[in-house]
């Protein structure tokens, strides 16, 4: 006898969630079919990163009843990626990861739509992240992380009590995985640490001595370092080495590998060569399917309110059996990223060139190559050539003049700082003040600088 029964919905486990109410649910959920619908047609995800995590996270999405996905992401595909980013095929090796990730979800998955971004996430107005509803990190990279998180934090604005505005609230889910390790947060800026608060949280990189790597190598990663610390601005007087560049990377492999055939050391590989060079960990497909797990609901349960969020950093470890455990970070309240902002105290007559002179010399930016903006509005840029040229003007106007004569107000400003003795791109948001202008009490300059 054949079952003529109607199988069961792809959503059936989904709308356990959202059409019925529990204890856990938060204080806004309004269990209904239109909150699905409304998930659905209004709520747009941007997922950062189409790698591993990056795959996983936008088939999860996809599945967990999300419509409005866009996904970015520098990176082409290679061979070595195809073990664990399970999107991919032999054909697409070449071919803009998030280009590939956005076809084959919306290949699997009916109704989705998923717009792809293949660029650098600086590359994008910082207004385009301001679009999405919730942002979802699946990167490898410290400094990217830092950087979205910067951006979202940029959006937040606080009362005159300090207190969070709700609607300028920019929430992010965030994922990690190294090797069987890996971690799923939520930052909801104003209220959890911001990835800058625990930023103690990530080891500094392992460094060699140059004295060893040049005179007496013991390891692959010696023979593979010296290829690139030291044999590379030998050869390429000048030259920058692109980590990012197959034939940079081939050049330091070959180099590595003569290296090591000179002092009889075995063990230096491609794959090697790009996870010395790039500080990558080898990547577990299982890990990163349990990370996205969590990260996907995590991402439902903020937007729907259809349970209490994570609080707020989760941790797994799949090395030895299997542990998990959850801790409550407390946010820096002297964060410069997520508090209200770095207080500046100016004179009227400050031009935009003092003014980012200034940048560079204080002691809490160190800000260089600073490029400001005010209310969306580019007061000037570093770069592209263009947008220089079209604010290069601005230089010399006053900074007071250009923010429209108003007495107080929130700047944001992008430029390179240094940390563990690496230039990285960083967004700081200021809190200007112009001293003597009507409106502006002693209350607003305390702590100025």
Known sequence: MVDTATPPSRSRDLDKLLLRPGNLVGPTFEPGTELREDLKEYVKV??????????????????SGFRNLEVIDMDRIEVSNLNRQFLFRLDDVGKAKAEVAA?????????????????????????????????VLG???????????A??????EYDSDDSPREESIKPM???????????????????????????????????????????????????????????????HSGKTFDPDDPEHMKWVYEEAVKRAELFGIPGVTYSLTQGVVKNIIPAIASTNAVISAACALETLKIVSGCSKTLSNYLTYNGVEGLHTKVTEFVKDKDCLVCGPGVLIELDISVTLRKFIDLLEEH????LSKASV????????????????????????LTLYELMDKVPKDIIHVTGSTRRDDKKTSCLRKLRVVFKGVEGVTDMDMAGGA
């Not at 941007?46 to 599945?63: M, N, P, Q, S, T």
């Not at 002691?363 to 160190?366: E, G, N, Q, T």
């Open 46 to 63: 941007l997922v950062v990163g189409a790698g591993g995590l990056g795959c996983e996270l936008l088939k999860d999405l996809a599945l």
């Open 103 to 135: 076809k084959r979800v919306m290949e699997r998955v009916s109704g989705v739509n998923i717009v792809p971004h293949f660029c650098r996430i600086e590359d994008k107005e910082i207004n385009f992240y301001n679009d999405f509803s919730i942002i």
């Open 139 to 149: 990167l490898d990279s410290i400094e990217a992380r830092s950087y979205i998180n």
């Open 151 to 156: 951006v979202a934090c940029g959006f937040l």
């Open 173 to 235: 889910v965030d994922g990690g995985t190294e090797g069987f390790k890996g971690h799923a947060r939520v930052i909801v800026p104003g209220f959890t640490p911001c990835f800058e608060c625990t930023i103690w949280l990530f080891p500094p990189q392992v460094k060699f001595p140059l004295c060893t790597l040049a005179e007496t190598p013991r390891t692959a990663a010696h023979c593979i370092e010296y290829a690139h610390l030291i044999k590379w601005d030998e050869v």
């Open 363 to 366: 002691p809490k930016l160190l």
């Open 373 to 396: 903006r005010h209310r969306g509005k580019n007061l000037y840029m570093q770069a592209p050539p263009v947008l220089e040229e079209m604010t290069r003007s601005n230089i010399s």
